[in-house]
Each structure stands twice: as structure tokens, then as C-alpha cells.
């Protein structure tokens, strides 16, 4: 098949689907961008009053470094737990998978509820360790950017097995083979094979997670502290305690121009690399 009939083809499989989601996405994005210079009169003035803000500013600071944490964090994780699967049985590596795609059959407020639970100064991690030392212990472990990013990775680590593990098992069994052949030791094949070879799923992971973490609201709700919060958190302090909408729909915008902003570069990266 030549390049023109394989555009042809991701055309006409792809089409379906980018349309449905042109006509759900599309109308509520306008709407939202509509809302952040609607007014007596056409105006930007809630984009020039977000952008001198103090509260935005930092509140973008925070999201970018949450979510720079969280990605990284999560990759550094998700690659640990594909390699293990990549090295089991097919048997095997599918029981296991039950075990990696568990978070997402539960409710992410359950689970925010459950960590709580587990960190919180009178939880689980805390009474083990006071067990252990034989004194109180009440480590501060959630409200805060502890608590945060460990409700973050637990919901994104799945997200970076699926892909990083689909690049692992796309190498060809012989390379590893002929490398250890070579006299390689295992830390050069993998310095050599494993890793440069999965890097298409790293960088897919990485991009997904990272546009996902910008626009994270829930976790930060309920596991961050008041300095953590993110800016969805913001457009639900000004849509529901301010009843500003307009400088709701205006932070709105940015964070969705942010998304842009942050993937472009990083998809156009990674198809010079791969």
C-alpha cells in the first residue's frame, strides 16, 4: 500500500469517529469561548484581567509543576510495571493486567475517599508506623502535594502501561537474542534495545498524561492542599464562589490553549524522533 492510499484509508476509518467528536466537543468549546468575551459589548477585558492576576499566575505555575511531577512520576512507574509484563507469559501478563486496569473500574472519588483513608495523620501508614516506633506518628501526608501526587499517579500510571507496554512487545525477540550473543549484559540491553526501541509508547504515554494532568480537578479537590489547587479548580472558584463567568470561560480557554500549546511541540517532536 503506498503513502497516498494509506492517507486514504486512516481517512475513511478515522472520519467517523472525528466527527462524532467534532459534534459533541466543538459546540461546548465555542459556547465556553463565547462566555469569555461576551458582554455589552464585544470585549477581552476578562482575558486581561486573568493574565495580570496574581491568583492565576500561580495558579498556573502550580499546574504546570503538578503536572509535570505527576507525568514524570507516572512514566517512571508505568515503564517499571510494562517491562515486568512485557517478561511474562502471555497467560500471565493477562492476569496481571486485570490487576493494572483495576483503577479504572473504580469510581476516581472512591479512591480519593480510600487515600484519605490510607494517609491520612489518624490512617493506616501513619498507625503502622507509630506500631513500629512505638510513638505517634502523624506524618502530613495528605491535603498537601504528597497526598496529590500519589492520587495522580495512581490514576495515570495505567494510562502509561498500555502504550509503553504495546512498544515493548513490538521488539523482535532476536534482537535481544544477538545482543546477548554479542556478550551485552543485561543493563546494555537495555541501555541499547529496550529502551530506545520503546520510546514511541514513552512519548505517547507522556504526552497523554501530561495533557491530562493540565486539566485535572477532582484529585486536587479532594488530595491537594489550598496551595495545590489547579486551575480547573480556579474556573469552579469563579463559576461557583465569584459567579464570574466570564473569567471562568477565560481561564477556560487559556487552559485549553495550554493543552495546545504543550502537546504540539511534543507530538512534533516525537514523530522527528520515531
Not at 245 to 257: D, E, R, Y
Request: hydrophobic share 60%.
Amino acid at each position: 500500500m503506498n503513502q497516498a492510499s494509506s492517507i486514504r484509508a486512516q481517512t475513511i476509518f478515522m472520519s467517523p469517529a472525528v466527527l462524532v467528536a467534532t459534534l459533541i466537543v466543538l459546540p461546548p468549546l465555542l459556547y465556553v469561548f463565547y462566555t469569555s468575551v461576551h458582554g455589552p459589548v464585544f470585549s477581552l477585558a476578562a482575558y486581561g484581567e486573568i493574565l495580570t492576576s496574581t491568583l492565576f499566575r500561580q495558579t498556573l505555575v502550580t499546574t504546570l509543576i503538578i503536572a509535570g511531577l505527576s507525568s514524570f512520576l507516572s512514566s517512571i512507574l508505568g515503564f517499571v510495571v510494562a517491562l515486568h509484563l512485557a517478561r511474562q507469559s502471555a497467560r500471565r501478563r493477562a492476569m496481571l493486567m486485570l490487576v493494572v486496569l483495576l483503577p479504572f473500574w473504580t469510581s476516581i472519588l472512591v479512591k480519593c475517599f480510600a487515600f484519605t483513608i490510607i494517609l491520612g495523620r489518624e490512617g493506616i501508614i501513619n498507625n503502622v508506623l507509630s506500631w513500629i516506633f512505638n510513638t505517634k506518628v502523624e506524618l502530613p501526608l495528605v491535603l498537601n502535594l504528597v497526598g496529590l501526587l500519589v492520587g495522580m499517579t495512581n490514576f495515570l500510571v495505567p494510562l502509561v502501561v498500555l502504550p509503553v507496554l504495546a512498544s515493548l512487545l513490538a521488539i523482535d525477540n532476536a534482537l535481544y537474542r544477538a545482543a546477548s550473543i554479542m556478550g551485552a549484559k543485561p543493563a546494555r540491553i537495555f541501555w541499547t534495545v529496550t529502551l530506545p526501541l520503546s520510546l514511541p509508547g514513552v512519548f505517547a504515554a507522556l504526552l497523554s498524561v501530561f495533557v491530562m494532568s493540565l486539566g485535572a480537578f477532582v484529585i486536587p479537590g479532594l488530595l491537594g492542599g489550598p496551595k495545590d489547587q489547579m486551575l480547573s479548580n480556579l474556573v469552579d472558584f469563579y463559576n461557583r464562589e465569584v459567579l464570574d463567568w466570564h473569567k471562568a470561560a477565560a481561564i477556560s480557554v487559556v487552559l485549553f490553549g495550554i493543552v495546545f500549546i504543550a502537546g504540539g511541540p511534543l507530538a512534533l517532536w516525537r514523530r522527528r524522533k520515531v
